[in-house]
C-alpha cells in the first residue's frame, strides 16, 4: 500500500512563500518518480511539479521561476518550495508517487493565497 503523508499548507498573502513537504516510504521513494499535483474548485487536478528517482525535474508553465521540487533522500521526503505565490496558486495540493505511469495520491493540503 502507497502511503504518502503532506505537510506545510496554510494561507498566505499574495508574494508570500510556502514550502509542501512529504514524506514516503523508502522503497517507494527510491524507485519511483515523486509529483505534486493541485487541484482548485471546478478545474481538473493538474500536474505541478514532478521528479524522477535520479533527480530530473519538470515544472508546469504556470510555476516555472517561482516553484522548486527536491528530493531529500536522507529522509525520503519530497519538497515543494512555492515562492511568489499568486491568488491563483490557490488549491488543494497532492503528493504523488507515480507508479508505472499511474499517481497514487497523498491527502493533499490546501493552500490559500489572498489578494
Known amino acids: 500500500q502507497v502511503q504518502l503523508v503532506e505537510s506545510g499548507g496554510g494561507l498566505v498573502q499574495a508574494g508570500g512563500s510556502l514550502r509542501l513537504s512529504c514524506a514516503a516510504s523508502?522503497?517507494?521513494?527510491?524507485?519511483?518518480?515523486m509529483g505534486w499535483y493541485r487541484q482548485a474548485p471546478g478545474k481538473q487536478r493538474e500536474l505541478v511539479a514532478a521528479?524522477?528517482?535520479?533527480?530530473?525535474?519538470t515544472y508546469a508553465n504556470s510555476v516555472k521561476g517561482r516553484f522548486t521540487i527536491s528530493r531529500d533522500n536522507a529522509k525520503n521526503t519530497v519538497s515543494l518550495q512555492m515562492n511568489s505565490l499568486k491568488p491563483e496558486d490557490t488549491a488543494v495540493y497532492y503528493c504523488a508517487a507515480l507508479i508505472g505511469g499511474t499517481p497514487y495520491w497523498g491527502q493533499g493540503t490546501q493552500v490559500t493565497v489572498s489578494s
Open positions: 521528479i524522477t528517482s535520479g533527480g530530473s525535474t
Open positions: 523508502k522503497s517507494i521513494f527510491s524507485r519511483n518518480a
